[in-house]
């Protein structure tokens, strides 16, 4: 288990943050400014995420986590969802080979009841395949929020352990959440100008930088992600400490 930021103080290394978690937010803006259908920005968004993949594994960060899809994502157009769940499958189908050969790790968090069968088996199968690769860790969070994700983690506790119904501690429930293979987030973006973590992993983010931008997402690249860090680096990581006590990180 990795330490959590409330129990201890987490390893920090070389201001480069270990966990970077992203809200890839204004994919339709971006089309509507440029007078196009915002499906169009989701494919340009797209583009963007294999941006910062690789800009993140050429960074020395372990662990990147986007949020593709919320709970609360099933609230648009009707058209708009099945696109979206059309695109996911697409690129699924188009990367999993092409993350196993760059040794990048698959992990989907979220709930998959309303998943349908071939996305399933897509997943299922990139997750096993990815299993065993050493290299960076890539979280995408489907039909996935921060309330569900603790009320699931709950739910699964205490069906393996009833006893923990009389009372239960944090390092109790920390195995069942949707990611208990991860580090908490260092540093989290969001773009597209809100302010706003959107019900996206409650629990993870107690300690982590939020960093926020107005650039839309289909237009952050390198240079952007390196501004984020580089601000990342800037910041005091107290975790309840006074100033005096926080070492510089070398």
Known sequence: MFKSSTQSIPDECCGVPRHVAVIMDGNGRWAKKRLMPRV??????????????KSCDAMGVEFLTVFAF???????????????????????????????????????????????PELLKLINDGEQKT????????????????????????Q????????????????DLAPYLAMAYAPEPDLFIRTGGEQRISNFLLWQLAY???????????DFDRAALQTAVDWFR?????FGRISEQVQPVS
Not at 73 to 102: C, T, Y
Not at 156 to 171: Q, S, Y
């Open 156 to 171: 699964r506790m205490l069906a393996d352990r009833p006893e923990l119904i009389a009372g239960f501690e944090e390092t």
């Open 208 to 218: 982590t930088e939020l960093y926020f931008t107005d650039m839309l997402w289909p």
């Open 70 to 116: 919320s709970n609360e994502n099933w609230r648009r157009p009707a058209d708009e969802v099945s696109f979206l769940m059309g695109l996911f499958l697409q690129v699924l189908a188009g990367e999993i080979e092409r993350m196993h050969e760059k040794q990048i790790r698959l992990q989907i968090i979220g709930n998959r009841s309303r998943f349908a």
């Open 131 to 154: 299993a065993a690769n050493t290299g960076l860790t890539l979280s995408i969070a489907v039909d996935y929020g921060g309330r569900w994700d603790v009320i699931q983690a709950t």
């Open 234 to 238: 800037g910041r005091e990581r107290r």
């Open 40 to 53: 169009f920005g989701h494919k340009k968004g797209v583009d963007a995420l294999r941006e910062t993949i």
